[in-house]
């Protein structure tokens, strides 16, 4: 069993920066892939981003490819999301997600387990 808690967002301009965090408690975070998804008001659900379980491989919405960058720490069990030349249309709420594999996070259809999401509002 798995248990993710972001923490980290809130209310900022457009063009400045924020990190979110993920922390997973469970001796076996550092076995899953790990990814960061968003959902904007009256949106779907969407793939920001996500990172396979020894941070060796990356992927990206192009939306935010050049912008936002994931990384880990496994001895943290802890996954971020560093965002940068936020853009209003970045306004939602993010949500962090494991899974075994990175194609299965960048799938999102067998997510194994979700945090409950943090919000992140940026004004023009």
């Known amino acids: 069993q798995v248990q993710l808690v972001e923490s980290g967002g809130g209310l900022l301009q457009a063009g400045g920066s924020l990190r979110l965090s993920c922390a997973a408690s469970?001796?076996?975070?550092?076995?899953?892939?790990m990814g960061w998804f968003r959902q904007a008001p009256g949106k779907e659900r969407e793939f920001v981003a996500a990172?396979?379980?020894?941070?060796?491989?990356?992927l990206y919405a192009d939306s935010v490819k050049g912008r936002f960058t994931i990384s880990r720490d496994n001895a943290k069990n802890t996954v971020y999301l560093q965002m940068n030349t936020l853009k209003p249309e970045d306004t939602a709420v993010y949500y962090c997600?494991?899974?075994?594999?990175?194609?299965?996070?960048?799938?999102?259809?067998?997510?194994?387990?979700w945090g409950q999401g943090t919000q992140v509002t940026v004004s023009s």
């Open positions: 469970g001796r076996t975070f550092s076995t899953y892939a």
């Open positions: 990172i396979s379980w020894s941070g060796g491989s990356t």
């Open positions: 997600a494991a899974d075994r594999t990175l194609a299965g996070v960048r799938a999102e259809t067998s997510i194994d387990y």
